[in-house]
């Protein structure tokens, strides 16, 4: 039997999401809970694996396990057996073709900027703080070069084991409300550090240092070497996975 998780998680205090040796991770602390539950050993495998202090509103996974539980068993029994900065959200059945990760068709990120000159006291481990002021119009005319299938290498982590470098952006959208300055970012995938790469040059682009085709120069240079430096761990939330209808998955 597979089933389907959603899950958020404050990632402040993790290593990222993959289990390491030695190192606190998302994906241990649930497969510990989940494997409680079942009373035996449980394997998670998500959509997105996310670093450490990036957090989550809507990461997927699913597991295999032969037990029997109800729905509302793996939600409240697991968020039993969780550390407070991870809920269990919801729990469903699903055909043993859907696969958290190879199933997914898109995934929404949203990096989180507070633009003022002093520095934040509140949630300043759930955004970044800039004290420069951005135009977030400069900042989406930069965005727009982005968008589309490109090939991302100028955009990835030195440490990227992706395949290829292609990835297709489908809306990548920069919104103020107030001193709060979000970046939305929707692909079909991602690379290692891409959305923070991103971010990194648009915030460039929107304190004045950079011009707005400077994003698309560097799209089409594909050298890591001539972006910006890569933006803070703490302002990236993975907001959702979308999916095939015929799955039912709930999304962020």
């Known amino acids: 039997m597979r089933v389907a998780l959603g899950i958020e998680y404050d990632g402040s205090g993790f290593s990222g999401w993959e289990t390491q ?11 510990k809970a989940l494997s409680r539950v079942a009373d035996s050993p449980i394997h998670t495998i998500c959509a997105g694996r996310t670093d450490a202090g990036v957090h989550a509103r809507g990461q997927v996974v699913h597991f295999e396990t032969n037990v029997v539980r109800q ?28 696969h958290a990760r190879f199933s997914a068709r898109a995934r929404h990120y949203r990096y989180q900027i507070l ?13 970044t703080w800039e004290c420069r002021p951005l135009a977030v119009s400069r ?29 297709t952006i489908h809306g990548l959208r920069i919104a ?32 004045g240092r950079q011009e707005a085709a400077w994003a698309g120069q560097i799209l089409a240079a594909r050298d890591r070497k001539k972006g910006a430096v890569t933006a803070p761990a703490e302002g990236l939330c993975l907001i959702g996975v979308q999916y095939p209808e015929h799955f039912r998955i709930p999304r962020g």
């Open 71 to 98: 729905m509302r068993a793996w939600v409240y029994g697991t968020n039993t057996n969780l550390p407070r900065e991870i809920s269990v959200l919801w729990a469903r059945h699903v055909p043993d073709e859907f």
């Open 115 to 127: 633009n003022r000159p002093i520095r934040p006291a509140l949630y300043r481990q759930q955004i």
């Open 139 to 167: 900042m989406q005319t930069g965005a727009d070069y982005l968008v589309g299938e490109h090939d991302f290498s100028a955009f990835r982590a030195a440490s990227c084991q992706a395949a290829t470098p292609v990835r």
């Open 176 to 207: 103020r409300d107030g001193e709060h300055i979000q970046i939305d970012v929707i692909a079909n995938a991602f690379l290692h550090h891409m959305v923070r790469n991103i971010a990194g040059v648009l915030i460039a682009i929107g304190t």
């Open 21 to 31: 040796k030695n190192a606190r991770t998302v994906q241990a602390c649930v497969e």
